[in-house]
Structures are given as C-alpha cells and as structure tokens.
C-alpha cells in the first residue's frame, strides 16, 4: 500500500505540465501547429490590406456580415455543447445528447457557409479577382474543411459514447474531440472579424 | 459534486458572454467610422474571446496554469501584431 502512495507520489513529482492539458499532448501539438499556420495567413492578410485597403474594403462592403455574425454564435454554441460534453464525461453524466448538439451546430454553419457562397462568390467572383477574394476563400474554405472534420469526430464521438458503461475508455477520446472543435472555434473568432468587419464600410 | 456543477455554471456563463460579445462586434462594425482605425476595438472583443475559450472552454484555467499563461501571451501577441498591420 505505501508502495503504490510512493509510486504515485513519485510519478506526480515527475508530470510536466503538459501532461495535465485535456486531451493528450497530441491533439495540443495538433493545436499549436494549427494556429500558428492560420496565424500566419492573418498577419499576411492584414500586412496585405494594409498596403491596399481600398481593394479589401470594396470587396470586403458585400459581403453579409449578419450571416457572419449568426455563423459565429452557432460555433460558439457547439463549443459550448462540446465542453458540456466533456464536464458530463468526467461526471460519468449523459454526454451523447451534447455532442449530437454540437456536430448539429456544424452541420448549421455548414448550410449558412454555403448559402453564404451562393450570394457572395455569383457574377464570376473567383480566388484570382484580387487578393481580398484569395483569402475570403482559401482561408474559409480551409476553415470550412476543419468544421466537416469537427462534425465527424463528434458523431463518432457520439455514437461511442451511447451506453454509460463505455464512458472510461472514451473519456480521452471525448476531450480530444473538444479541444479539436475549440480549435475550429479560435480560428474562426479571428477570421470573421478579420474577413468581415475590420474596415468593410 | 458542487465542483463539478460550478464548472458547468462557468461554461454556461461564458458562452452567454461570448455570444454577447459575437453581437457587440457585430454592432460596433455598423456603427464604427470607415476607416482602419475600427480594428482596434473590434480585434480586441475578438482576442478576449479567444482568451475566454481557451481559458474554459479548452479547460485550460483548471488544467495548467503554464498552459494558460502561454495561451493568454499568444493571443495578446497575435492581437497586437494584427492591429499593428492593420492600422500601419
């Protein structure tokens, strides 16, 4: 018994603290890697508006920021769900109804994206028009690829999850799937303002 | 017991916040001047946002506070960078 008390003391006294964020190291890496590529697409992004707002802006006027703004609260919405999800896994709680609620929240953004791109990109609007146009797309398009990705990995999540019994072994999994919808999240609350409000009047 | 359930309170409030703080962008955009200058308090709602997932959301305020001070200095960096070559 004072073996086992030792033995754990000893493996606290050697835990980095990285060993205590939710989910794993891995999907932490996944994160890091994540946000510094879309942080430099920001960056480029801003240092190109700034060198010709008047093109950004004039693109910029018609685009439909209160579908933008919907958009962002759906998100947010799905994250909340998603991190009730993992409170819930850790309470040994009902998850499988909270991370239905969040791949649904996906599925809404997905809809709203894409009727978004019906009314933005007619009249020929392509990613060569001009450099406003080029991130607009590539970087909401490649945004929009991680959501699909999110909505997957919490159906399955989901579906994982359905019987209580099988919550123990699922529980890292549950976690790793919320801090990979947090992380489509943080990429987002950047992007729109960035792509939608800073400077469209 | 009672922890697990302020947990769950704290999550609720700060997805009210954040939704808030979605639409005050929103507002502040159809009300700002045209110009750059926008950027600043716009970005800075976005960064707190930011600030505010990770910190509860990611669970990052009761994981590690390394984690959470590292997370908090990246996304005040990146906010500064941005306004910086915005408003340049």
């Keep these: ?201 | 017991m009672n922890a697990a359930r302020a947990n769950a309170r704290l999550v609720d409030v700060t997805w009210i916040v954040l939704v808030a703080l979605t639409f005050s962008m929103y507002f502040v955009d159809q009300r700002v001047a045209a110009e750059a200058s926008g950027a600043l308090p716009i970005l800075s709602m976005a960064i707190a946002k930011c600030l505010l997932v990770g910190a509860v959301f990611m669970g990052l305020l009761r994981a590690s506070r390394v984690a959470l001070a590292l997370h908090c200095a990246t996304f005040v960096a990146l906010g500064v960078a941005l306004i910086a070559a915005l408003i340049s």
């Design chain 1, 1 to 201: 018994m004072s073996a086992t008390i030792e033995n754990r003391n000893e493996n606290q006294k050697n835990a980095h603290w990285w060993d205590a964020l939710p989910g794993g190291t891995v999907i932490w890496i996944v994160v890091v890697a994540e946000l510094l590529t879309f942080a430099m697409f920001f960056v480029a992004y801003a240092a190109g508006y700034s060198a010709d707002p008047d093109i950004y802006r004039d693109s910029q006027a018609t685009l439909p920021v209160l579908s933008g703004t919907i958009n962002t609260a759906v998100l947010l919405t799905g994250s909340w769900m998603v991190a009730r999800a993992a409170l819930a896994i850790e309470e040994r709680r009902p998850a499988a109804a909270w991370l239905v609620g969040t791949a649904l929240s996906g599925v809404v953004f997905t809809v709203i994206k894409f009727a978004e791109y019906g009314h933005t990109l007619e009249g020929g609007i392509t990613m060569s028009t001009n450099n406003y146009w080029f991130y607009y797309i590539f970087l909401t398009l490649m945004h929009l690829m991680h959501v699909l990705f999110g909505i997957v990995f919490a159906a399955m999540m989901a579906w994982k999850v359905r019987r209580l019994d099988a919550y123990a072994e699922n529980a890292g999994a549950v976690e790793a799937t919320a801090t990979y919808w947090h992380l489509v999240d943080l990429i987002w609350i950047l992007l729109f303002p960035l792509l939608y409000l800073v400077g469209a009047q």
